[in-house]
């Protein structure tokens, strides 16, 4: 038994009447003609009756608690995954539900497999914030997660001859079953139109007239707590047109440009925008960001004016937290509606907005700074480049000039503005000035934020800059996509660890019992012959369970040095080529990543990878030593699938470049061991799990740098290596696209006259000689089970629990709510 039964649990026979009921009413159907799907949406909704009686509880708990105070977590992603699984372990239902299904002839796993995974985000920080929703409710803290209500999620990525190509996700096409539309919430937001000035008896006051609205509609999906009643609330905006069509127009029989509003309207929630770490200034994104902004403060306004007459108490309620800069307007729109609507005078107006938001720094990327043209924000927010305008003058003119006087350097760095054409906001700026605290999300890019990014800022406000380091809930990441593993633990240390990851140290000392040893490596050979089957049904590539499963699974990012990796696979083959005895253990190296579509470089590596896949996986001469898998559409769900059945995690960024990294406390957690750079989260596993149990390598922060400072030549590695020359060479020919000699240059462009700027050439060396070791490494049987129970065992500090905890003690100051 892995989840204790919550007392109000419904039976088997409630649960098979309230699915057959739901099919012949909700859905009209019957049990005996209803397809897969509608099977699916009729157990959904069965739990559903379970789901909302809750949710609604646990909101009158906490007003009942005086309104206790609420985080509010602003993102413009959430990356949920599926949930059908989630809230039946949630719920503790996964064994009844399976047994009634089974009653009623059908099958849990086929039934949860028919829900499409909502892509509401690109990759890590998304997924965090849905970690973390999991981990608030899970703790009993009061918590609304605020994100948009995208029509089409990331998009999906098929190959086609190698070549990334890119198709709608039309995740909800017919309703997901997990949400409501709660209408009576829906809010108009204002946009574009001017200023007016007018008066007060005395006093000046301004006021935004806006040229326009759009309505917003919420669709909640409830956040399901692991063995406590309690329920939260995701809050996803729709955009709408506030008017449906032009009626006059329509009357004229113009009936296309009567639609425009609402057509107009609908695009700003319409499709997510798929760039990681950058950003792009486009006028539909700020509207997005807005609009999401407008909505939530709007709403967590109304919630506390249900019980206090003013907003003086407003940060004794609520708490907004900034999932990155990208909802950073919320600062000069909380501060519009202190000075504009309810006619607070600045000072104090300000006082209540900066103890009411706290921002989180995702990276350190030049490229992934956000700023806006002061244009365009002046033109779709007239009133709000005014308010920014205003704290940038008030924070130069009293804090930067008080501490600095007359350093013109200092006022430039520090300003909100870049100046330039076109003129700039810097929303990383603004933020930090609005906030009352900001972290980074590992020790060493938090140590890095406050040295290198933000060390005026640190100077200023020495409290301000915090660390919490990320972590990923045990529930979906243990629990759910390796129960063999979960059950193997619960029955030797108790199904405690899914409360407190930390009790994974209990495990430890079954790292040398023989018994629970060959236990875990059947788990681990089972979840890999599972994958084994997914690739052959997929791909039609034949992988042996023997081989090393070598895994690297992330968004394709140049940073992230998948090329790196594509490097070593092309020395192995060669030395296979030369000598075909030559002494490796056979590996199969797997990846799986989107890239931006319009990353040119990064959809070429992909392009690499597949080509030479082809070329290796069918050259018999290797006798299978190496295959290469691609597996397209990287998605929660396909990573639930690869990480339980990974031996190697591949986390080779350069040194301080990515800012912690999730996939590799996954990973780390399910029993792979993590080749990998001194670089985010890593340094931090490693310290857990010992130098030992890893394969660390690779310029650390401060030789990059230091390289880089004495002028870094990337043709010199390859003047001094012949294999490294020798494989990017092949790059460059039609060794491995004979159909078009070059294809693939651009990647040995950039690396040589393209100045590699994140050092793949000055790390290939020591990579290949960390691949040398594990190789060796993982031939030492024993020595391997050990290193990787131990990696299981001491992992638990990257619960997103322990971060919430961080989160609760040094930001955001809550107390647990607790639904009876
Ligand atoms: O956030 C990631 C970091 O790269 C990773 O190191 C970290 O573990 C994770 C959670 O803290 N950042 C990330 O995923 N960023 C984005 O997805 C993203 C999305 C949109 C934009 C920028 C970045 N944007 O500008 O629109």
Known sequence: ??????????????????????????????????????WWQATCFALNEEIFENAWSTFKQTRLDH???????????????????NNLINLGLEDKVRQALNELGQDINAISGEERD???????????????????????????????????????????????VEYPDNWRDYGYPFEVCRSSFALDIPLYGHVETYYQGDTMRKRWVPSQYLRGVPWDIPVVGFEVKNVNTLRLWECRAVNEFDLNQFNQGCFASALHEKVKAESVTQ??????????????????????????VRDIINRHKEHFASLDNLCDTNVMQLNDTHPAIAIPELMRILLDEEGIEWDKAWKISQRCFAYTNHTLLPEALETWPVDLIAKVLPRHIEIIN???????SQVVEKQWPGDQEKLIKLSIFEEGYPRQVRMANLSVIGSYKVNGVAKLHTQLVKSDLFPEFDALFPDRLVNVTNGVTPRRWLR????????????????????????LAGVEKYATDKKFVQQYADIKLANKQKLANYIKDNLAIDVST???????????????????????????????????????????FIFAAKAAPGYRLAKDIIYAINKVAAVINSDERIKGKIKVVFLPDYSVTLAELIIPAADVSEQISTAGKEASGTGNMKLGLNGALTLGTLDGANVEIAEEVGDEHAFIFGLTVDQVNALKASGYRPQDYIAQNDELK??????????????????????????????????????FAAYVEAQAQLDKAYRNRTAWLHSTILNTARLGKFSSDRSIEDYVRDIWHLKKVSVK
């Open 1 to 38: 038994m892995l989840t204790k039964e919550k007392p109000t649990s419904l039976s088997v026979e409630k649960l098979k009447l309230s699915i057959v009921r739901h099919l012949r009413t909700t859905l009209a159907s019957n049990e005996h003609v209803a397809s897969q799907n509608t």
């Open 67 to 85: 309104c206790a105070r609420t985080v509010n977590y602003l993102s413009l992603e959430f990356l949920i995954g599926r949930l059908t699984t």
């Open 118 to 164: 909502p892509s509401l985000g690109n990759g890590g920080l998304g997924r965090l914030a849905a970690c973390f929703m999991d981990s608030l409710v899970t703790l009993e803290y009061p918590a609304v997660g605020y994100g948009l209500h995208y029509q089409y999620g990331l998009f999906r990525q098929g190959i086609k001859n190698g070549e990334q």
């Open 271 to 296: 499709v997510l925008y798929p760039n990681d770490e950058s950003e792009m200034g486009k006028e539909l994104r700020l509207i997005q960001q807005y609009f999401l902004c407008a909505c939530s």
């Open 390 to 396: 205003e704290i940038n003058y008030l924070f130069l």
């Open 480 to 503: 759910q996509c390796n129960p063999a593993l979960a059950q193997l633990i619960s029955a030797n240390i108790g199904p405690q660890w899914q409360k407190d990851l930390s009790l």
């Open 546 to 588: 023997e081989a090393i499963f070598d895994v690297q699974i992330k968004r394709l990012h140049e940073y992230k040095r998948q090329h790196l990796n594509l490097l070593h696979i092309l020395t192995l083959y060669r030395r296979l080529l030369a000598d075909p005895n030559y002494d490796m253990h056979s590996r199969v």
């Open 726 to 763: 020798a494989v990017v060479d092949w790059l460059c020919g039609d060794k491995f696209t004979p159909e078009e000699p070059g294809r693939l240059s651009s990647i040995a462009h950039s690396l040589v006259q393209g100045g590699d700027p994140y050092l793949v050439l000055a790390d």
